[in-house]
T-cell receptor
Framework: GDSVTQTEGLVTLTKGLPVMLNCTYQTTYSPFLFWYVQHLNEAPKLLLKSSTDNKRTEHQGFYATLHKSSSSFHLQKSSVQLSDSALYFCALSDRSSGSWQLIFGSGTQLTVMP | EAAVTQSPRSKVAVTGGKVTLSCHQTNNHDYMYWYRQDTGHGLRLIHYSYVADSTEKGDIPDGYKASRPSQENFSLILELASLSQTAVYFC?????????????FGEGSKLTVL
């Protein structure tokens, strides 16, 4: 079945450094990928989404490019800030059950140090 | 701004007791979902619904029931609560179809089963 894999459970960086959070997926349908961010004690919120191959999508300084050839949708930022500390989820839209739902990866906890 | 409200926000239940978590949305969305999040982990789909009076099983439905009496309301029912069901539960809504992909989450309901 469809699945999403996030390989890093925890990423710790110093403020100002670049970051890349990995996301790969498996699907038999045309992929539609999402990144959600969840700050401490808050609800998850949509950060980015894309279904277009090889097109970069950006929001709030974060960016990601869907690469169908490698089944990847990695999240990047050139210079992380303290406020970027949060849990990041990659998600894939799934139609395998006949109706629409999102499949979430296990999440990557990003901690930015001063 | 889309609005999804959950109640209660926090609950302590005894093992074997019945727990009902309620969710109300004012977005006029067709889809509603119940997810479970364990500390520091991803979101797992319990039940979802794409039309009133109908519910579908997600990835981890065992031990949970769902009810969608109207488009606006979606409840999660634990008939016999167990220790393993201690978690944070998120309700979410979404418009029809896969192309938006934006789930609007409630603030979460923290359930502790003793």
């Amino acid at each position: 079945g469809d699945s999403v894999t996030q390989t890093e459970g925890l990423v710790t960086l110093t403020k100002g450094l670049p970051v890349m959070l990995n996301c790969t997926y498996q699907t038999t349908y045309s992929p539609f990928l999402f990144w959600y961010v969840q700050h401490l004690n808050e609800a998850p919120k949509l950060l980015l989404k894309s279904s277009t191959d090889n097109k970069r999508t950006e929001h709030q300084g974060f960016y990601a490019t869907l690469h169908k050839s490698s089944s990847s949708f990695h999240l990047q930022k050139s210079s992380v800030q303290l406020s970027d500390s949060a849990l990041y989820f990659c998600a894939l839209s799934d139609r395998s059950s006949g109706s629409w739902q999102l499949i979430f990866g296990s999440g990557t906890q990003l901690t930015v140090m001063p | 701004e889309a609005a999804v409200t959950q109640s209660p926000r926090s609950k302590v239940a005894v093992t074997g007791g019945k727990v009902t978590l309620s969710c109300h949305q004012t977005n006029n969305h067709d889809y509603m979902y119940w997810y479970r999040q364990d500390t520091g982990h991803g979101l797992r789909l319990i039940h979802y619904s794409y039309v009133a009076d109908s519910t579908e099983k997600g990835d981890i439905p065992d031990g949970y029931k769902a009810s969608r009496p109207s488009q606006e309301n979606f409840s999660l029912i634990l008939e016999l609560a167990s220790l393993s069901q201690t978690a944070v539960y998120f309700c979410a809504s979404s418009d029809r179809g896969r192309d938006t992909g934006q789930l609007y989450f409630g603030e979460g309901s923290k359930l502790t089963v003793l």
